[in-house]
């Protein structure tokens, strides 16, 4: 699906700040019309004093919307972060007394929805392009995969979930069946219709450890179940179906983009998008001709090629919002 990599931009650091400037100043002149940016780590970070405010996410979406540019951003999180996302921005629209429309993407790009919210409680306008839901089946082998493991899981990350599994959620993104599929474990698992979640250990290397091994131990059922393991250097793997588009596996993030552009009837050139995990969960979503992420150890094809790094003064999320607000 993708070129083999073979540059290291932290060899040439200079060079690519010099030339993401350059990008962003392009695509302003041939007019932007889709900001497409990933969650976790590129729009929020929870352990930044600064950005890991879910409200800056929601001003961020109105500066761009404002600007007539549509604003789509796609995370891991799916059900975990709507809920959340549904409260905040109706809060934010009726205090603004406005309508806001985004496009919102849950599971590495598994499903797509155009959102407006508007100014009346509980007044929410969604208009599902796709989604790809995984089964019951598939749900019990990926948690049987995972507790074979014998995982010990980062505590803070357990009981994230833990709350979530304690709560009436919207059935149409946990079907009963997957919640009393997932409560027995505590929160280490949170399944819904979408993907399935495992918690990973707190240490990152021993992360990537265990999403070696459950890439590995997962593969043995592409012949019944062609699955994929999606992680942004946080303590969560996201199980979700592979994906086609157009009959040809396709990353999910990228297939968000390619929906909206289709949506739209716009061209790549008129998008500019935005992650912070170019070699692994954001590979996709950044193979755009102008995409940007904030991870300076970005191993691509070569100077030229995107995604082109930021420069990252203070926060890595920080270089994100400077770059969309020089966009608009």
Same mark, same amino acid.
């Given at each position: 699906?993708?070129?083999?990599?073979?540059?290291?931009?932290?060899?040439?650091?200079?060079?690519?700040?010099?030339?993401?400037?350059?990008?962003?100043?392009?695509?302003?002149?041939?007019?932007?019309?889709?900001?497409?940016?990933?969650?976790?780590?590129?729009?929020?970070?929870?352990?930044?004093?600064?950005?890991?405010?879910?409200?800056?996410?929601?001003?961020?979406?109105?500066?761009?919307?404002?600007?007539?540019?549509?604003?789509?951003?796609?995370?891991?999180?799916?059900?975990?972060?709507?809920?959340?996302?549904?409260?905040?921005?109706?809060?934010?629209?009726?205090?603004?007394?406005?309508?806001?429309?985004?496009?919102?993407?849950?599971?590495?790009?598994?499903?797509?929805?155009?959102?407006?919210?508007?100014?009346?409680?509980?007044?929410?306008?969604?208009?599902?392009?796709?989604?790809?839901?995984?089964?019951?089946?598939?749900?019990?082998?990926?948690?049987?995969?995972?507790?074979?493991?014998?995982?010990?899981?980062?505590?803070?990350?357990?009981?994230?979930?833990?709350?979530?599994?304690?709560?009436?959620?919207?059935?149409?993104?946990?079907?009963?069946?997957?919640?009393? $599929?997932?409560? #027995? &474990?505590?929160?280490?698992?949170?399944?819904?219709? *979408? =993907?399935? %979640? /495992?918690?990973?250990?707190?240490?990152?290397?021993?992360?990537?450890?265990?999403?070696?091994?459950?890439?590995?131990?997962?593969?043995?059922?592409?012949?019944?179940?062609?699955?994929?393991?999606?992680?942004?250097?946080?303590?969560?793997?996201?199980?979700?179906?592979?994906?086609?588009?157009?009959?040809?596996?396709?990353?999910?993030?990228?297939?968000?983009?390619?929906?909206?552009?289709?949506?739209?009837?716009?061209?790549?050139?008129?998008?500019?998008?935005?992650?912070?995990?170019?070699?692994?969960?954001?590979?996709?979503? $950044?193979?755009? #001709? &102008?995409?940007?992420?904030?991870?300076?150890?970005? *191993? =691509?094809? %070569? /100077?030229?090629?995107?995604?082109?790094?930021?420069?990252?003064?203070?926060?890595?999320?920080?270089?994100?919002?400077?770059?969309?607000?020089?966009?608009?």
């Amino acid at each position: 699906m993708f070129m083999a990599l073979n540059y290291s931009a932290k060899n040439n650091l200079k060079n690519e700040y010099r030339l993401s400037k350059d990008k962003l100043t392009e695509i302003t002149k041939r007019g932007i019309k889709l900001i497409a940016a990933d969650y976790d780590g590129t729009l929020y970070d929870r352990y930044d004093p600064i950005y890991n405010d879910i409200n800056k996410v929601v001003e961020l979406a109105y500066l761009v919307t404002k600007n007539k540019i549509h604003f789509a951003f796609v995370s891991g999180r799916n059900t975990t972060l709507e809920i959340e996302l549904r409260e905040i921005i109706h809060q934010f629209c009726r205090k603004k007394k406005i309508n806001l429309t985004i496009w919102r993407s849950g599971g590495n790009g598994m499903n797509l929805s155009k959102i407006t919210y508007t100014s009346q409680p509980h007044d929410i306008n969604i208009q599902k392009i796709y989604s790809n839901n995984i089964n019951i089946e598939m749900a019990k082998i990926i948690i049987k995969t995972y507790e074979d493991l014998n995982i010990k899981a980062d505590p803070k990350s357990q009981a994230f979930f833990k709350k979530f599994l304690e709560k009436n959620l919207p059935e149409d993104l946990v079907p009963k069946s997957f919640l009393k $599929l997932a409560q #027995p &474990y505590q929160g280490k698992v949170f399944a819904e219709s *979408v =993907k399935v %979640s /495992l918690v990973l250990p707190t240490n990152p290397k021993e992360q990537e450890r265990y999403i070696m091994l459950l890439r590995k131990k997962l593969s043995k059922y592409n012949s019944i179940y062609k699955l994929n393991v999606g992680w942004g250097k946080i303590p969560f793997a996201d199980v979700s179906k592979k994906l086609e588009y157009k009959g040809k596996q396709i990353d999910g993030k990228l297939l968000m983009v390619k929906n909206i552009i289709k949506e739209l009837k716009i061209d790549e050139s008129q998008v500019a998008t935005f992650g912070d995990a170019p070699n692994d969960n954001n590979r996709g979503l $950044l193979s755009l #001709p &102008y995409s940007f992420t904030n991870d300076k150890n970005a *191993v =691509k094809l %070569s /100077l030229n090629s995107s995604p082109y790094i930021l420069k990252v003064k203070k926060s890595p999320v920080g270089a994100i919002y400077d770059a969309i607000n020089y966009l608009v």
